[in-house]
């Protein structure tokens, strides 16, 4: 008898990785050319030359018995060290290497964050649309996962359906900012909206709420005017998930970090637990090459000028041809609304035309598709004319 949970887990593919497997298939049958795979978010241009050249000089330089060993199970203290370096110039964050904890990914920072500080039972809540693994992470450690739908016009928190959805088993509140799907980037003034109410919660209930900030896009966006505030300023109880895969374009190396500040109520115990509950999920350490590489390239990003390309052309020419979509300020992600109410059937019809979307279902929020524009600029050239298409069917009434 096998656990039925893990079981289900792992026979359902998500529907994003069942997507990208079938564009796999497809390009092999049609050519790649032909194939407008828009599914998954891997990061399409490749990591900046400070990255390959600090591999390189890591590579020449140091002890390859150190380079390639354990590190301390919280990362290399020098590692820490310069990242709070970095984000005490980035945002006067007032943080040492004893409030950083080096981890492999946003996936491992979420579940260890997660695992540090839920009881059993304890409800972990988001806003849909939200990236589909949280549900996993959440139920994977014991809580209880609640996705509160945001406003539907601009993808926003509702704080009526929050005040509502806040409980006396509430622990977590994840947020992500820029967000996948939507793209949608929380202002400062929402954030301390967000802030007050939890405050009051926490007051009301006696009890500690985290507010889990997943930050793995916090660098990609895309107009000047457009902050990413440091969310532990804002509130205090807020650990923060960070990933190196798309700033850096390095999903595969399998790096990040959580930031316990001091700020965070009883934060020395916290900062215990994560430690704990890295050692249970049995991390041991994040790759030692990478979090040095990574320290490296503190305060650099991959080159986003063309992410910002890809979405001025992929939104401008949907929206010419009629499609209804909040223009994205962040990430890579536009979340369309599908042309019939189910988009699955939607994303299934789109096919027909080589059009890989995803639908907004495996994110909490049906009627919608996921579009990823970290792909070449020529694919979204090419794509155009196939969304005309798609757009055409329905407007003709042939769905
Ligand atoms: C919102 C969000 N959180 C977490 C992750 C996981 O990122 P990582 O590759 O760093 O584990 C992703 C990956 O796409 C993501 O979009």
């Known amino acids: 008898m096998l656990p039925e949970n893990m079981l289900k887990l792992g026979l359902n593919r998500s529907a994003i990785r069942e997507l990208f497997e079938y564009g796999k298939k497809r390009s092999e049958e049609i050519g790649k050319e032909n194939v407008f795979d828009f599914s998954i978010g891997n990061p399409s241009i490749p990591a900046p030359d400070c990255l390959t050249n600090a591999l390189k000089e890591l590579l020449e330089n140091e002890d390859p018995v150190l380079l390639h060993g354990y590190s301390s199970a919280q990362g290399d203290a020098g590692v820490r060290a310069a990242i709070a370096d970095q984000l005490n110039e980035d945002y006067g964050a007032k943080l040492t290497a ?85 793209g949608v980037v929380y202002s400062r003034e929402t954030l301390e909206k967000l802030a007050a109410l939890l405050r009051h919660k926490q007051e009301e209930y006696k009890r500690e709420i985290y507010l889990i900030s997943d930050e793995p896009y916090r660098e990609l966006v895309y107009d000047k005017e457009t902050e990413v505030p440091y969310v532990p300023a804002i509130y205090a109880n807020t650990i923060v998930c960070y990933s190196y895969s798309k700033s850096l374009s390095l999903p595969g190396e399998r790096i990040g970090y959580i930031a316990v500040p001091d700020c965070v109520k009883d934060s020395r115990n916290v900062y215990a637990s994560v430690c704990g509950a890295g050692r249970a999920l049995g991390y041991v350490c994040a790759p030692t090459l990478f979090q040095k590489a990574a320290a490296m390239c503190t305060g650099k990003t991959a080159d986003i000028d063309i992410y910002r390309k890809n979405r001025d052309m992929l939104y401008g020419g949907l929206k010419n041809i009629g499609y209804e979509c909040v223009k994205p300020d962040g990430a890579f992600y536009l979340f369309v609304k599908a042309l019939e109410e189910n988009a699955e059937a939607f994303c299934e019809n789109a096919k027909k035309y080589e059009l890989l979307l995803v639908p907004g279902d495996s994110f909490g929020c049906t009627g919608y598709v996921r579009v990823s524009y970290c792909v070449a600029p020529e694919t979204i050239e090419r794509a155009l004319p196939a969304f005309g298409k798609l757009f055409e069917e329905y407007a003709a009434g042939g769905k």
């Open 98 to 182: 004893d409030n950083l904890y080096m981890t492999c990914g946003a996936a491992a920072s979420l579940c260890i964050s997660l695992k540090a500080v839920l009881l059993p039972g304890e409800e972990v809540l988001t806003f849909a649309p939200h990236f589909p693994e949280y549900k996993v992470f959440a139920e994977g450690q014991g809580g209880v996962f609640k996705a509160i739908e945001a406003d539907r016009e601009h993808f926003q928190i509702d704080f009526e359906k929050l005040e509502k959805a806040v409980t006396e088993k509430t622990r977590a509140v994840i947020i992500n900012s820029p967000n996948n799907p939507s």
